[in-house]
């Protein structure tokens, strides 16, 4: 699929501004508590690189909106650039992963759903060794739930 590389650049720039007005609007007020503690609260950073994030990414908007119009008052052509839609749709399935582990971790647990997605993963992305992805699947979690629940004395979900 070809498009103008300056109509990908616009979409990847809303794309990022929908995701830092999100993580700053709804995922950080829910998950980072708001305990003010030495006069700074633990949302400082976080906010601070979605504000970051934000700006950016209308920078970038704007930076692509001049330089297209300075292309059609120039007459050149925009560049075009072919997207892989195989690709596409395998960065979806990642975004689509990373949400539903979200979804699902705090009520089924950390070692079973980590071990449905990675072995859901490694098979989407190519493994076709069962014996691998068995694995994997099963000593990965197990083994970071060990470290972080028996070393570090972290509750995991």
């Known amino acids: 699929m070809k498009i103008s590389q300056n109509k990908a650049t616009k979409v990847i720039a809303v794309i990022l501004l929908a995701l ?22 633990p949302r400082a950073i976080p906010n601070f690189c979605f504000i970051v994030m934000a700006v950016l990414s209308v920078g970038l908007f704007l930076e692509t909106h001049f330089k297209e119009r300075s292309e059609k008052k120039h007459g050149t052509e925009p560049k075009m650039i072919d997207i892989n839609l195989k690709g596409l749709a395998l960065v979806l399935f990642a975004f689509g992963t990373m949400i539903a582990y979200q979804l699902v971790v705090y009520k089924v647990g950390y ?44 509750q995991m979900p």
Do not use: E
């Open 20 to 41: 830092s007005m999100l993580c700053y609007f709804v995922i950080c007020p829910k998950y980072v508590p708001d305990i003010t503690a030495f006069g700074v609260s």
């Open 111 to 154: 070692i079973i759903t980590v071990a449905v997605i990675l072995a859901g993963s490694m098979l989407i992305l190519g493994q076709k060794n069962k014996i691998v992805i068995a694995a994997c699947a099963v000593l990965i979690p197990v083994a970071y739930y060990c470290f972080f629940t028996y070393l570090l004395k972290m």
